[in-house]
T-cell receptor
Framework: EAQVTQNPRYLITVTGKKLTVTCSQN?????MSWYRQDPGLGLRQIYY???????DKGDVPEGYKVSRKEKRNFPLILESPSPNQTSLYFC????????????FGPGTRLTVL | AQTVTQSQPEMSVQEAETVTLSCTYD???????LFWYKQPPSRQMILVIR??????QNATENRFSVNFQKAAKSFSLKISDSQLGDAAMYFC????????????FGTGTSLTVIP
């Protein structure tokens, strides 16, 4: 089954404790992206990647890191999480020829205390 | 940066009726794409419809159609013959072709379908 998986689905952590949210897709997609969704703000793009070893900043990259060492994986790293990073995070992927047909993961609910 | 505005946080429609969701955007670019995405309670995002800015003809996908007014920077979604399964959060989105395929989303409109 074609899908985008994220782990963990739910995470409660404390300020400053490094964490990684994994994202993996099995569709051989070139384009992958991370978003955060906050009430009243909609979805905001954090980082995106057009292919392996190619990453670009989105609208709100501060406080986040990403890497794209393999085509299928695109982890989101929070080196020192803060409460303002409490949010619902989505990973998405799409093929290079149909970037807009993004397949979204199920979301990761992160709470930073 | 581009901005996408959805001025209707919530909308409701009677089953089988038609509803229009509004979206405006701000850009200085001439080439871009516009989209409507649907997010049901499951939280998965689903692409509903896509419009290329260079095309004058409004996109249509079954019961979903758009009214694209490029000069006015307006991109509304019309849902005809509304069904209970249409209930969801709808996001308008803009994709830049000049800044490396970056996406900008609106704040969403929550649609309720009344039986």
């Amino acid at each position: 089954e074609a899908q985008v998986t994220q782990n963990p689905r739910y995470l409660i952590t404390v300020t400053g404790k490094k964490l990684t949210v994994t994202c993996s897709q099995n569709m051989n997609h070139e384009y992958m992206s991370w978003y955060r969704q906050d009430p009243g703000l909609g979805l905001r793009q954090i980082y995106y990647s057009m292919n392996v070893e190619v990453t670009d900043k989105g609208d709100v990259p501060e406080g986040y890191k990403v890497s794209r060492k393999e085509k299928r994986n695109f982890p989101l790293i929070l080196e020192s999480p803060s409460p303002n990073q409490t949010s619902l995070y989505f990973c998405a992927s799409s093929s290079a020829g149909r970037v807009d047909e993004q397949f979204f993961g199920p979301g990761t609910r992160l709470t930073v205390l | 940066a581009q901005t996408v505005t959805q001025s209707q946080p919530e909308m409701s429609v009677q089953e089988a009726e038609t509803v229009t969701l509004s979206c405006t955007y701000d850009t200085s670019e001439s080439d871009y794409y516009l989209f409507w995405y649907k997010q049901p309670p499951s939280r998965q995002m689903i692409l509903v419809i896509r419009q290329e800015a260079y095309k004058q003809q409004n996109a249509t996908e079954n019961r979903f159609s758009v009214n694209f007014q490029k000069a006015a920077k307006s991109f509304s979604l019309k849902i005809s013959d509304s069904q209970l399964g249409d209930a969801a959060m709808y996001f308008c989105a803009y994709r830049s072709l000049n800044t490396g395929n970056q996406f900008y989303f609106g704040t969403g409109t929550s649609l309720t379908v009344i039986p």
